[in-house]
């Protein structure tokens, strides 16, 4: 046993010390952290839309549309995109003056930079027009803010005409009918806010997803790092040095866990990372919302729930570690991997395929039959985790994954073994002399 722990403490060690390794360590966090942080900065920085009105309609409307100029002004915080300030009207422009003659003189007044945006508001009778004058570079942005309280000031006038109450025209354009989405969880728990609900639904879902993504990435990564080691240390003849200093199953295990270590120093960094973004969002978030979600992620994982992940993921990473370390051992160049992964990658992505349809209906018959078949298991279980399950399942499905990675250890070490020393091709024939071969030769 200490033999293994050494050769994994060597395996981590040759990786950590490498400049390369931390530079794609370090990769990956600080693209996520620009991606997120420069939009949510550029927003914060974006100016304020000075808008002014021209009410050429008639009809009064100047202060309607000046409360919902005011309804998106300017609001601190991070998630800030600069907002709307309402200004007053240009000199030269009056509300007594012609339409054509006033857009006759906005294009020179907002290119003079005295306002960003003008509304001109005028009325054809049965509709109200509203054209909004805006400078190069700001066209859409007033109209997308406050595009359905223009569209409501049309609604009240075509309503007064056909002699509608005003009070009673608003509060048919308010009425909703009510409507809740439940499930026997959900029935008694009190309503929330809705994304915090969400997350209370769906979290699981999400959090299986992930965790199935994380399993097929590290394994696909940790295979191109064992093969890489595995054929350089052979091509070196340092393979037969190590495997005349310790036994087969030693450097075997001890290379698959070194690896692992690898892929949880990068795991680590970059959990930290999303813990700290998810901390800096969580922040810019009202007291109240932050709090909510917060109690809906600590609800979704139970001692239990969090156990069965680990075994899921560990079962899948030992079964496909030492199969792509054994592998390696056949190989005396990178093109004599690409023949057998390439195959083996197929098989991986077949899980990966399902996972859209698993995502909103988890409970298909065709994926409880698929998560059954053991090399699929680590990828399709953790999504069918978010929702009850019968024990059998779980004990089922934990089983067959377990024989599977014994017996891939087990030729997997006789292979690794001969193809290290005997520096033959990898072929069916082979493959059943060493799975059939006794242990004791």
Known sequence: MNKTFLIARREYLAFVRTVGFWLSLFT????????????ILMRHSAPVETVAILDLSGDHIEGAIAEAVRAHAPKPGVFDDGGLRLAPLPAGLSADMPASEAEAKIPAIIGSGQVASIIVATDSGDKLHFRIWSADGHKGKVENLILWDLHGLQYFKLAGMHGIDHGLAHDMRES???????????????????????????????????????????IFSSSMILLGSVIEEKSSKVLEVLLASASTESLLVGKVLGVAGVMLTVSGLWAVTAFALSTYGFNAMPAETSREIAAAISGLLSPVH??????????????????????????????????????????????????????????????????????????LMPLRLAQPLPWYEIAGTLAGMGVVALIMIAVGRRAFKAGALTGGKLSWGMLFRIATRKASN
Not at 29 to 39: A, F, K, Q, Y
Not at 178 to 204: C, H, Q, Y
Request: charge should be negative.
């Open 28 to 39: 990956l966090p600080l693209i996520l952290g620009c991606s997120i942080l420069i939009p």
């Open 176 to 218: 909703r009918a009510d409507i809740v989405s439940l499930t026997p969880a959900s029935a008694d728990a009190p309503k929330k806010d809705g994304f915090a609900e969400g997350v209370r639904e769906n979290g699981g879902r999400f959090l299986g997803i992930g965790i199935s993504y994380l399993t097929w990435i590290t």
């Open 306 to 379: 969090v156990a069965l992940l680990l075994a899921y993921f560990t079962g899948g990473y030992l079964m496909f570690g030492v199969f792509f370390a054994a592998v390696g051992a056949f190989c005396e160049t990178q093109k004599d991997a690409q023949a057998i992964i390439g195959p083996m990658t197929i098989v991986l992505m077949i899980p990966m395929m399902t996972m859209q349809v698993a995502f909103t209906s988890p409970d298909l018959p065709m994926l409880q039959y698929m998560s059954w078949f053991p090399l699929f298991t680590p990828f």
